[in-house]
């Protein structure tokens, strides 16, 4: 065998030609000619795949017009009854196949594996065409196109009615599940697990943009939705129900109760046919808030500038940039997460073993050097993890638009009226404050660095989501051009307080606004403005027997102060004594405060007022003092300006860094036209803002709207006057030692005093001379009593 082998390969293997026995071969070789058939076939040859490919597409085009449209003639309609006897309502499923099968021929040419993707393809199909007849066919095989032309055809018919008699329809449905998914596996030549990950990947990327859509389109429609018919609003506000929102991200609402009771409002429905104010009283908010139907502004009024992109390789490369810079400093750390927000980009770093996080905070100039920006700000470290955070400033900042929060998921949570748009924290989300709770806020921070923007933005996101019925506002301005343009709102309760003396007025009302309602809720037995209001939906209030005033509804009383500055130098003691008590008392009956200067010194914020305004908005200042005056803190030097700002929410040790909002003045004057179109003529309530010469406000009365000719409070006359006579000392000073009261107070008393001829007229820096002797004091009093 072996020697036939050797024999065969030897008489196989060519032998060498000569050049004779060549040309031999040459002359006795016939030459045929090159026929059209070989040109056709060279011309085909390595390319058959495009041609198959666009025969298939042209076939699947020409089924489609016949299935789809019926355009495909008499011709078309007979090849639609044949594929539908066969496949059913797959027929819909056969010019796209082809097509999609073609155009893969044409860009792949010749699959590698052309069984195992017919027998998955196979698989996949019957499996379909036999669901479809278990959901929509006869109970039986049947010829009639009607009766399978709707379901699975007859070849699902075949295949599921075998199955259905043996192992009942649950069973032959476990059946064609399992195959379709085993030919979706040969298909795909994958596992199951890589299926399921690859098909959860598709879904989400699918699902996320009609997702963010559908959020969108609902938060547009819930701002709009108190807009029935003719645009009424059932209760003053839209009724907005979070937990009907699945997977919302958590909402950044700063809430500093733990009682829910106290912060969540009930629904307001106003009672029907309530008595009016008798004439003698007038009601805590006068006759500004119009009891009624009010319609929200829609939330077309501010403008919307969505997501922004980010810098994904500029990030990167700032984060190889940092760890290389600490790396040549001989800090060994690990870039663990990057978040990148509207001004800054948090840089989280881990230490490596033996690393003291001191090493890290002495290179802060290194790195802001390394990072080209102007300063860093060092978190060592982050709370609640064993990392340290680098906030580096960016070099494109983003504007972070009041429409974008108020339309944000965030807003959709924040139901309270008091619910207060801020800004954008680090990574992006929208942070709102409740005031309720909070329950009083000091802002402060360098001329220019946000302040009075921070402020509108706040007033404008209660106008947008409150109306008079829930909130009212006094607005105190001395700067005199911030707050011009609330005037005439119908959520005042006075027009804007331009003077500081005035000012100071406004706070002693608010004072005994403060006690009257205390002794409302005494009267009823509740504890907050959140009961009563309750108990008055409810019907369940009725006012004391032989009481003159009728009980009514408690709307939030929000009181903005621009500069505490221009107020402190006017009447710092007055002032200050007022802040005090409505921080420390008045938040129970709803009246809140705001309080913004650009002078944080110890002579404007002083010990007494922080330590009864725990909430601290705190903006770009000058140096480490000012940030310590501000937050008892570091942090405020580093800010960047423009409205970065840390916020500390009260019921927290660690501020927050957050890009403050922004709103145009053509933004407020339209949200603010919308309001004025509701209610064109305003009455504010009276003795809020008067002052002068012939009005004195008292911190020790409790009675509210009680008026005499001089606008005075009584008690505190009987006292100065009996001062004044009985020490026979017409002195300024003495009533201001005495009293207890500011400079300005005194004179004014002073100036009462000699009006009703109590004492002369002022001599200068001398004493006035006293009028009235202890006697006639003493008659006129057992006269007044």
């Known amino acids: 065998m072996a020697t036939w082998g050797r024999r065969n390969d030897r008489r196989r293997t060519p032998s060498p030609r000569t050049p004779a026995r060549t040309e031999r071969a040459s002359r006795t070789t016939k030459q045929y000619p090159v026929t059209e058939k070989s040109e056709l076939r060279n011309a085909v040859e390595g390319r058959e795949h495009d041609f198959i490919g666009f025969g298939l597409v042209a076939v699947g085009v020409l089924l489609g017009l016949a299935i789809y449209f ?21 027929r819909f499923a056969v010019p796209v196949a082809l097509i999609a099968v073609g155009v893969a021929f044409i860009r792949d040419g010749k699959a590698a594996a052309p069984v195992r993707l017919a027998l998955g393809w196979m698989l996949l199909a019957a499996a379909g065409l036999g669901l479809l007849h278990l959901i929509n066919g006869p109970d039986r095989v049947t010829a009639s196109f009607d009766a399978v032309g709707d379901a699975g055809g007859w070849v699902g018919a075949l295949l599921a009615e075998p199955l259905r008699a043996l192992l009942a329809v649950a069973g032959a449905v476990v059946v064609l599940v399992a195959a379709g998914v085993g030919g979706v596996l040969l298909i795909t030549s994958s596992s199951l697990k890589t299926l399921a990950t690859t098909s959860s990947r598709s879904i989400g990327r699918v699902m996320r943009p009609l997702g963010s859509a559908a959020k969108r389109t609902m938060n547009e429609l819930s701002s709009l939705s108190s807009e029935r018919h003719d645009g009424v609003s059932d209760h003053g506000r839209p009724a907005i129900d979070a937990s009907g929102q699945p997977g919302l991200p958590p909402p950044v609402l700063y809430d500093g109760a733990g009682d829910i009771d106290d912060s969540t409002p009930t629904a307001r429905h106003r009672r029907r046919g309530a008595p009016s104010p008798s004439p003698g009283s007038e009601s805590g908010t006068g006759n500004g808030a119009q009891v009624g139907a009010w319609r929200l502004p829609p939330l077309a009024s501010l403008q919307r500038l969505g997501e922004q992109k980010v810098n994904i390789a500029e990030v990167e490369a700032r984060g190889t940039t940092l760890h290389e810079s600490l790396a040549q400093h001989g800090v060994e750390t690990s870039l663990v997460g990057v978040t990148v927000g509207p001004t800054v980009t948090r840089f989280e770093l881990e230490l490596g073993a033996g690393v003291k996080v001191a090493r890290v905070t002495t290179l802060q100039r290194d790195i802001a050097y390394a990072m080209a920006a102007s300063d860093v700000r060092i978190l060592a470290p982050i709370p609640g993890r064993s990392a340290i955070g680098i906030e580096v400033p960016n070099h494109s900042r983003q504007i972070v638009a009041l429409g974008d929060l108020i339309a944000s998921p965030e807003a959709v949570a924040a139901t309270h009226p008091l619910d207060v748009a801020i800004g954008k924290d680090i990574a992006g989300r929208a ?12 802002i402060a921070g360098a001329t220019g660095s946000g302040k009075s923007s921070a402020l509108n933005c706040m007033l404008t996101s209660i106008l947008m989501r409150s109306t008079p019925d829930d909130v009212r506002l006094i607005l105190i301005d001395p700067k005199q051009v911030e707050m011009g343009q609330y005037n005439r709102l119908p959520h005042l309760l006075t027009q804007p307080v331009t003077d500081p003396k005035k000012a100071a007025n406004a706070l002693g009302w608010a004072v005994r606004e403060m006690e009257r309602r205390y002794d409302v809720l005494s009267m009823v037995g509740v504890r907050d403005i959140v009961g009563y209001n309750t108990a008055f939906d409810r019907g369940q209030l009725e006012p004391e027997p032989g009481r003159g005033e009728q009980l009514e509804r408690l709307p939030y009383i929000v009181i903005v102060v621009d500069e505490l500055n221009d107020l402190m130098m006017v009447a710092a003691r007055d002032v200050e004594d007022y802040i005090t008590r409505i921080a420390q008392k008045a938040r129970a009956v709803g ?26 908005v705190a903006f770009a200042v000058s140096s480490l003092t000012d940030s310590r005056v501000i937050l008892d803190q570091p942090g405020a030097e580093k800010l960047v ?32 036209a919308h309001w004025r179109q509701q209610s064109p003529e305003v009455e504010y309530v009276s003795g809020v803002g008067d002052s002068g010469d012939d009005a004195v406000t008292a911190t020790s009365s409790s009675a509210y709207g009680r008026e005499d000719d001089d606008d005075e409070d009584t008690g505190l006359m009987r006292q100065a006057m009996e001062l004044v006579v009985r020490s026979q000392l017409g002195s300024t000073s003495m009533l201001q030692r005495k009293l207890k009261v500011g400079f300005a107070r005194a004179g004014r008393i002073m100036d009462l005093l000699e009006q009703r001829g109590v004492v002369g007229p002022s001599e200068g820096s001398k004493a006035r001379a006293v009028l009235m002797t202890v006697e006639e004091f003493e008659l006129l009093q057992r006269a007044e009593d």
Do not use: C, Y
């Not at 309609?77 to 797959?90: D, H, N, P, S, T």
């Not at 913004?596 to 725990?614: E, F, L, Y």
């Open 70 to 90: 019926g355009l495909a003639g008499p011709l078309g309609r007979g090849i639609e009854i044949v594929i539908g006897w066969f496949a059913g309502l797959g």
């Open 431 to 442: 942070v709102f404050l409740d005031l309720s709770t909070t329950p009083h806020l000091l």
């Open 591 to 616: 009246i809140h405060l705001i309080v913004a200067t650009q002078r944080p010194s110890v002579n404007v914020i002083t010990g007494v007022i922080k330590a009864n305004i725990p909430a601290r």
């Open 641 to 672: 300006g423009k409205g970065d700002m840390l916020l500390l929410p009260g019921n927290s040790s660690v501020p927050q860094r957050v890009q403050g909002s922004w709103v145009s003045e053509d933004e407020v004057r339209a949200v603010v």
